[in-house]
Structure formats: structure tokens, C-alpha cells
């Protein structure tokens, strides 16, 4: 069976409540982050929420998972993610972070005004 040339269509998703993203944007640089979130913004209903996974510097394994495993992840901080968001068309930090139990892992909410 031959490929059809709608094989390359972009499926639109506008006025989602709830995107969100847990083990992904810990491998992109903030340029592509930035992209990703202004993606999501436009995405997004009014007061729909995103929620974004990433590691913490406090990450105890961090030296192993880089040297050993070659395993490298950009670790990011409260501050950081709020940086993000306030560089992002969301154009406003973070409006909760939260942690899991170990505390390694940080999920930063914001919610599109």
C-alpha cells in the first residue's frame, strides 16, 4: 500500500484543559522549552493548566547518571522552571511546583490566564 499524501498532516489541538509532560523536557535545551510551552500556551482554553516534569539538582544519582549510565538530563530548579514560564506566552512563573515523595523529581504547574 502506497503512502497517502495527507501521510504528513498536522492534527490541531486547541482548548485543551490539561497538557501536560513528565520525562521529556529534562533532555531539551531552554530555547526548545520555551518553544514547547508557547506550543502548549496557544493549545491551551482559557485557564487550562500544563504540567511539566523534570529532575532536581538535588538529584542524589546525578553524578552516576552522568558518568557512569552517560545517562545526562538538565536538572532545573523551581527558579528555573519559573524562568521558563515568565520567558514563555504564559508570561508568568509558575503557579504551584510540586514534589514526589524523594523530592528528585519537580512537576511545575501554570495555568493560562
Known amino acids: 500500500m502506497g ?3 495527507r501521510s504528513h498532516e ?3 489541538k486547541r482548548d485543551q484543559d490539561l497538557i501536560y509532560s513528565i ?3 529534562d533532555y531539551f535545551n ?3 522549552v520555551i518553544r ?3 506550543y502548549i500556551h496557544g493549545a491551551l482554553a482559557p485557564g487550562g ?3 511539566l516534569g523534570n529532575f532536581h539538582p ?3 544519582d546525578k553524578a552516576l547518571m552522568d558518568h557512569v549510565f552517560d545517562w545526562r538530563l538538565i536538572h532545573r530548579t523551581e527558579a528555573d522552571m519559573d524562568r521558563l514560564f515568565r520567558a514563555s506566552a504564559f508570561q508568568r512563573a509558575s503557579t504551584n511546583v510540586r514534589f514526589e515523595e524523594q523530592g528528585i523529581n519537580l512537576f511545575a504547574e501554570c495555568v493560562k490566564q
Request: net charge negative.
Open 3 to 5: 503512502r497517502s499524501d
Open 10 to 12: 498536522c492534527l490541531e
Open 23 to 25: 520525562g521529556l523536557i
Open 30 to 32: 531552554d530555547d526548545f
Open 36 to 38: 514547547l510551552l508557547n
Open 49 to 51: 493548566k500544563v504540567i
Open 58 to 60: 538535588r538529584n542524589p
